[in-house]
């Protein structure tokens, strides 16, 4: 049975990145699957819990992406640009697209709201403990981490909306500019971190 939801989840991920968050119905997710709208209805509930649990689906798989990524760092610079690699419109992450149309929908729907928080969160605790693991370790320099770890989620934030909705930047200049960014925050070159 778990399989299924598992099956339920990846499949209401992909009609989701292709038609959005709002636009969703069950009965799209059903017919992708060949399955009758109870099935899902069965495993949800609603169509509210089903779009919050595949939004967290798709942003979990992101975040362990993100985890393995720093896992495989040998150092503190070498997480850190593996971190900025892996995360984000510009490495492997997918859930971005659904991630920018929950923001528009958190401002009514407390599920996606406290979804989208607890993922923010976790991206800033990895963040912020590779910045402290640099810190400690002599290879950054970061009198504040809290307030590096905020300006950077924001800038990353902002930036995928012009690179993803607006298309005003490219993802090479994301790039580079989130590298200058984090470089600065954290005293380092930024070819270190390209």
């Given at each position: 049975?778990?399989?299924?939801?598992?099956?339920?989840?990846?499949?209401?991920?992909?009609?989701?990145?292709?038609?959005?968050?709002?636009?969703?119905?069950?009965?799209?997710?059903?017919?992708?699957?060949?399955?009758?709208?109870?099935?899902?209805?069965?495993?949800?509930?609603?169509?509210?819990?089903?779009?919050?649990?595949?939004?967290?689906?798709?942003?979990?798989?992101?975040?362990?992406?993100?985890?393995?990524?720093t896992t495989a760092g040998t150092d503190p610079?070498?997480?850190?640009?593996?971190?900025?690699?892996?995360?984000?419109?510009?490495?492997?992450?997918?859930?971005?697209?659904?991630?920018?149309?929950?923001?528009?929908?958190?401002?009514?729907?407390?599920?996606?709201?406290?979804?989208?928080?607890?993922?923010?969160?976790?991206?800033?605790?990895?963040?912020?403990?590779?910045?402290?693991?640099?810190?400690?370790?002599?290879?950054?320099?970061?009198?504040?981490?809290?307030?590096?770890?905020?300006?950077?989620?924001?800038?990353?934030?902002?930036?995928?909306?012009?690179?993803?909705?607006?298309?005003?930047?490219?993802?090479?200049?994301?790039?580079?500019?989130?590298?200058?960014?984090?470089?600065?925050?954290?005293?380092?070159?930024?070819?270190?971190?390209?």
């Amino acid at each position: 049975m778990e399989l299924r939801r598992d099956e339920i989840l990846a499949s209401t991920t992909e009609t989701v990145d292709r038609i959005g968050l709002e636009a969703t119905r069950v009965t799209d997710v059903a017919k992708a699957l060949n399955v009758s709208p109870a099935l899902i209805f069965y495993h949800f509930g609603t169509k509210d819990t089903l779009v919050a649990e595949a939004f967290a689906y798709a942003v979990e798989r992101d975040l362990a992406r993100l985890d393995q990524a720093t896992t495989a760092g040998t150092d503190p610079v070498d997480k850190l640009r593996r971190a900025l690699r892996s995360y984000g419109p510009t490495g492997p992450a997918k859930g971005w697209r659904i991630w920018i149309d929950a923001w528009a929908l958190a401002q009514r729907e407390p599920g996606i709201r406290k979804v989208l928080r607890r993922m923010e969160d976790r991206w800033c605790v990895v963040l912020h403990a590779i910045i402290e693991e640099g810190v400690a370790a002599g290879a950054f320099t970061c009198p504040d981490p809290d307030d590096a770890v905020a300006r950077v989620s924001a800038l990353i934030d902002g930036l995928s909306v012009a690179a993803l909705v607006y298309r005003t930047v490219s993802r090479a200049e994301l790039r580079c500019w989130v590298a200058e960014t984090v470089a600065r925050e954290v005293g380092i070159d930024e070819s270190e971190l390209i």
